[in-house]
């Protein structure tokens, strides 16, 4: 008689294991879920602005939980400070977590200072998204540039996040570029933190011009000072010039001088 195997019975559900393997969505079963959640909104509002606003506070929430998720997973609990370095996180590790992908381009604005653009060619939740004439530019990218901006704001970044359609060469559809415009305070710290870490940088490298250029008068005066010993203090004089330069440069050492002449109009 053939023995029928018993299947492994779990009392709790945490004793299960976890699985090792991708937790993905299915892209038909997002393209559904995400085609619901726009045409229930679109019976919520009476204007395309109203609808993409919507879209965006959406994708605001899932942006905020996406930094805690990746933070804790990727960077042990921290924080990218720097904006450059939230920048390429959101264009890299953001972008391959929700799309299994990085994105095209980032690319900093030309015109402002304080905008940047992360551009896709084919961004998913547009890529099966047919919009009616009657909507005019309506743009499913809200959703993403909610999640960008949830993201930002999060690690301390806040920013006026939108999405465009451009015109793209050799292609029937736009591309869609995530436009970023960073709040005024981000751009005062950063700037202040820039002229604050070249002031440190010059600082230094005065203090290091100045180390070289007073060991090398020091060793001058040491020189002299021993030639002075040798020969007498009558030769104070002589030398009195390359003395007073070198007291110039450094005042700090003007006592020194005073005590020279002390011990000069003691012996002469």
């Not at 299960?16 to 019976?43: C, D, H, M, R, W």
């Not at 690319?107 to 304080?114: C, L």
């Not at 006026?160 to 415009?181: D, N, S």
Request: a neutral charge; charged letters at 25%.
């Amino acid at each position: 008689m053939i023995g029928v195997g018993k299947i492994k019975q779990y009392t709790n559900v945490l004793d299960k294991p976890l699985s090792k393997g991708k937790q993905e969505v299915s892209l038909s079963a997002f393209a559904f879920l995400f085609s619901e959640i726009v045409q229930y909104n679109q019976t919520q509002v009476d204007n395309i602005t109203e609808l993409e606003r919507r879209l965006e506070d959406a994708g605001y929430a899932v942006g905020a939980r996406v930094l805690e998720l990746l933070c804790h997973r990727e960077k042990g609990n921290r924080r990218e400070t720097r904006l450059l370095g939230i920048l390429s996180f959101v264009h890299s590790t953001v972008w391959k977590v929700l799309f299994g992908k990085v994105a095209d381009s980032l690319e900093k604005g030309t015109e402002h200072e304080d905008e940047y653009m992360i551009s896709e060619k084919e961004l998913l939740v547009n890529r099966f998204i047919s919009i009616p004439k009657d909507m005019g530019t309506f743009n499913c990218g809200a959703f993403v540039a909610g999640i960008v901006r949830g993201v930002l704001d999060g690690a301390g970044f806040p920013a006026v996040v939108t999405a465009h359609f451009v015109p793209a060469e050799g292609q029937q559809r736009p591309r869609t570029t995530i436009l970023i415009k960073f709040a005024e305070e981000v751009v005062t710290t950063i700037s202040i933190k820039s002229n604050f870490a070249r002031l440190i940088f010059t600082f230094s490298l005065n203090n290091a011009l100045e180390d070289a250029i007073y060991g090398k008068f020091l060793q001058k005066f040491i020189t002299q000072w021993n030639l002075v010993i040798r020969r007498g203090f009558s030769m104070l004089s002589i030398l009195r010039d390359d003395i007073d330069t070198f007291l110039l440069t450094f005042p700090m050492l003007s006592s020194l001088l005073d005590d020279i002449m002390i011990l000069n109009y003691t012996f002469v």
